[in-house]
């Protein structure tokens, strides 16, 4: 059964006017919020600013945290590694890659131990690959192979890629630790079809976001952008994908940050259901 959770921070006030960013202030208080409107599932989010003071990063936080999700009965699906987006390994030489590369499998650590088997890196906007940095980015992700393993954490990459270059791209990483993350509203603001991306590389599909995006715009309330919905998910379910979906939608406007998502689930509970 496919499991729909939430990313952080999208069920508080947004944070310096951002649509995603970790609620540092309130991330309790969310998943307060989460257990009172019976929402089991949570994709975590790790940014640069301020690292050490997200919960994931520190066995004390880790401890924490933990206890947290167990006395709110949530269980959290992925983390977006949205730090990596901030500061690209694979550009600023050799100081930023080391130092990525440490913090990276800092967090990698801290997801085995709060058991959450999934971390998303961002392939797109700040940190969208060229092809001189291709093989710098796939050593990058090559060198977490051991803590990968030693924490039985697996990553899915969500990439700005045409299909087929994904493809090329993600068949040379092992496929038992990195796989896939598709962004059903990225992919319709950059034009591609779904139906030609999962000819090209569905058996990798790890994750799958949910938004909605016009095209070549920004994100906008589910049914009110590009995205073929109906269709995407009548191929997700023809496919037979059993993996889980994190809804990255958009942000209410008045406010009312937790009855949006509750409506935004029961639209994609509907769709599994046709």
Partial sequence: MNRIGFVQGRLVDLVNGKIQAFPRAEWEIELDKAFENSIQYIELTV?????????????????????????????????????????????GGEHNYNYMKFLTKEIINGLGNINCKLIVIPFVDE??????NEQKAIDFLLSL???LKNKNVRVAIESDYKPDKL??????????????????????????????????????????????RVLNGSTVPL????????????TIKDYGYIGDFSMQTSRDNSGKHVEAMLRYIKIIDELLDK
């Avoid at 999962?198 to 599909?205: S, V």
């Avoid at 049914?223 to 009548?234: Q, R, S, V, Y």
């Fill in 47 to 91: 940014d640069l600013k301020s690292i050490w003071e997200n919960p994931i990063a520190s066995p004390l936080g880790q401890n924490y945290l933990q206890k947290k999700l167990l006395a709110t009965n949530i269980k959290p699906l992925a983390c977006t590694a949205d730090f990596i987006m901030q500061s690209p390994p694979w550009v």
């Fill in 127 to 132: 940190s969208s690959l060229r092809d001189e």
């Fill in 145 to 147: 192979t051991n803590v």
């Fill in 167 to 212: 493809k090329f791209f993600i068949e040379k990483l092992p496929c038992e630790l990195f796989g896939i993350n598709y962004d059903i509203g990225n992919s319709a603001s950059l034009g591609y079809k779904h139906k030609e991306e999962f000819k090209a590389y569905f058996d990798r599909i790890f994750h799958i976001h949910v938004k909605d």
């Fill in 223 to 234: 049914g009110e952008g590009n995205a073929d919905l109906p269709g995407c998910f009548k």
